[in-house]
């Protein structure tokens, strides 16, 4: 290159120090995008982290993250024998170890003659490796009590979330009036609603109802599509079952009002189903959208189009950082399940370690299998503390004036409704912040424990919560919610 | 629900078998994407295995999949390091083992303690695990001879692909005339446009110079931007260096002319550097796009707009499954990058295991620790058997009367040209195939060679091509040599 004629042309294209040419016009759909799981609250439980590195005094010695679900970084360890499994197909010389369970090895063979050049480093087929899909379409069969499931029409995903965007993906199309309009439950999960934004798609809010456990009620269905029919296509219905951030368990009964709706009014169901192995009140069981549809009969199990989604993330495995997740479609037609691949071939494939922890989740040791008691009694453990903790946390937030907690039946957080007086909307309207951001800033300042505002997921007007997860051990738990309640009191007593 | 309701209510609700709601408007703008590298001839390949399997005689007893960079799917072994510590962060329990060196060891203890609840199925930070992003700015500063890198700026990613499309979805806005525009090069890599699609931005196509080793000429990113601007607003301009499909090594003064012409035109620069260890020719060298944009003095390196791409998937790792990567961004506005930091959170995190495997391939055994000597062995192995492939791959073709073949300077690709006679062009066009499908069709069917037509990469109008990988082992990529020239021959005498 010349320098000279740099120089003399740097006059002609002068670029102002600070004014990077992208800032201007960013693209719109991400800057709306908002997702409050991981928003300021979180960046400023990471300010506050390093001060107390730095040994900077606080009224409390360690953050408490209990803004995300994310259970091993809460301390609950990993089941044995998935890692087990991982660690064989991870560095197969391990394959020769006897420090490693028989039935360990022979899954971890499976898994790798499945793969190219028998390793996790070779790409997978876009839809993931073969006889994954195949153990989990066996565990969809079993789960729903025979209902048949074709591997065919299991995907594999990056996490849930991927599974989750891609089929928006490809579900939303129009422009004005006939852009697609997409359901969902508020308060959501806020994935949702950062797609639905990233797509340009339009957000129809359908509420839950908080006077009656977050139930979803059909009625309130209809009056959000009607009033949606005004301005937009409505086309796709997202729920999610057990309920994130609100903790319901849908009973039989709603879920076939549900299916009924979406066949009525011809609409696609997104079946966020992750915490289907996350139920806790003894009056309340999962039923998969799937089973139901399918004990509905034909009009609705050969017409309705159904995505469901599990991961490896949720249930008592709690392996977020593998990614890995599946998702089954019903009814997609023959070419948009084409689409579909096509989309999913250019990312490549999910990660193929994370596929291999899929296939654990939906296929773990078998009663009479060497592993088996371990990991059983690893499962009941997990399983057993979060119950404990669920109502725990019910009762304890119950106990505190100003604050109405609904039974935690299932998944992992809890969603209390919390009274903010009148001075204190005053203060966060001073401080450009919504009511439940201020509260649970100073909650985060004064105890360390970190939570996210309910206005992150949506709610009521007028109406204040947050989400809580219940993933802490016991002790640590039942100190956290002790912060809170005196916490709590306090803040009454300031701005009272 | 009442069965009645729903047996009246499905005389008013006819929904016709076979026509799905989604299908008459699925999204646009996927329909429109197209990816070859896993397209109609890879399908076809995958029909063909099926068909073996069950017995049915071919001329060939195997599939050889050229069609795709994909190492140890072909038989490379992974490094035996990297797997030892993936296996060590995987297992913990293993720490204790004497059968793994202790500087694997070390490593696996660093990541971990980096790690949420010191494990990898804990969700790392949105832009990575910090001290890894730590080692990739170490990496960085080596490679380039001390030019800083700041870990602030390195942002590890679900595999290369991940980083390119998220980077691009940041920067696409506007419509009509002033739509964003993306430079590509021709031949390009299906990732690129397929992106472009998604996110219905503009494709602005510059054409490297196969006459002279496919090499970039400024004066043809001239030429595109110019007519480009009558109908979009050029903003990115993107790099892939060293080349793929087309396995050209950029010289040093072809960057310092690329930098500069962004800087005039004041384009963001997107530099795909995944193949940056794959150099092979003895007269190149790989250069940074970042390293010679701090060379070219402040006005440039505090100025241009630049992000670099880098992955596990190539390099002699080869960890494609781990789906690993990193992108390093330069001048990127602080608001900006918050937005970046927003984005990524909505999918929570690159996978973990993914990015220690891109801590491994930044940092690999140095001399003087325990694994550098087998590590140097094997690092060494796949580097000179790919150069010898690379070369014999250029040799052999050349031969071939009809076929002309640039040198693979890097990366693991050749893309020869290849003549196709006028009756095989109407022979193709009776078919409603592009010429060069209809090629690769039948070099599939005749000889289970899959590789992929230059139709799918973009090529100059009248002339054709394919891309085949150099990875099957050397004895066995002499036999697929033979047999595409045998092919090639029959092929020109049957339609001369």
Known sequence: ?????????????????????????????????????????????????????????????????????????????????????????TYPNLLDSPSFPEDAKKRARRILQACGGNSLGSYSASQGVNCIREDVAAYI???????????????????????????LKILVSGGGKSRTGVMIPIPQYPLYSAVISELDAIQVNYYLDEENCWALNVNELRRAIQEAKDHCD??????INPGNPTGQVQSRKCIEDVIHFAWEEKLFLLADEVYQDNVYSPDCRFHSFKKVLYEMGPEYSSNVELASFHSTSKGYMGECGYRGGYMEVINLHPEIKGQLVKLLSVRLCPPVSGQAAMDIVVNPPAPGEESFEQFHREKESVLGNLATKAKLTEDLFNEVPGIHCNPLQGAMYAFPRIFIPTKAVEAAQAHKMAPDMFYCMKLLEETGICVVPGSGFGQREGTYHFRMTILPPVEKLKTVLQKVKDFHIKFLEKYA
């Open 1 to 89: 290159m010349q320098r000279a004629a740099v120089l003399v042309r740097r006059g002609c294209c002068p670029r102002a120090a600070g004014t990077p040419a992208v800032l201007p016009s960013m693209n719109p759909q991400v800057r709306a995008v908002e997702y409050a799981v991981r928003g300021p609250i979180v960046l400023k439980a990471g300010e506050i982290e390093l001060e107390l590195q730095r040994g900077i005094k606080k009224p409390f010695t360690e953050v408490i993250r209990a803004n995300i679900g994310d259970a091993q970084a809460m301390g609950q360890q990993p089941i044995t024998f998935l890692r087990q499994v991982m660690a064989l197909c």
């Open 141 to 167: 069969t079993r789960r729903d009590g025979g209902v048949p499931a074709d591997p065919d029409n299991i995907y594999l995903t990056t996490g849930a979330s991927d599974g989750i965007s891609t089929i």
């Open 234 to 239: 409505p086309k796709v219905l997202c729920i």
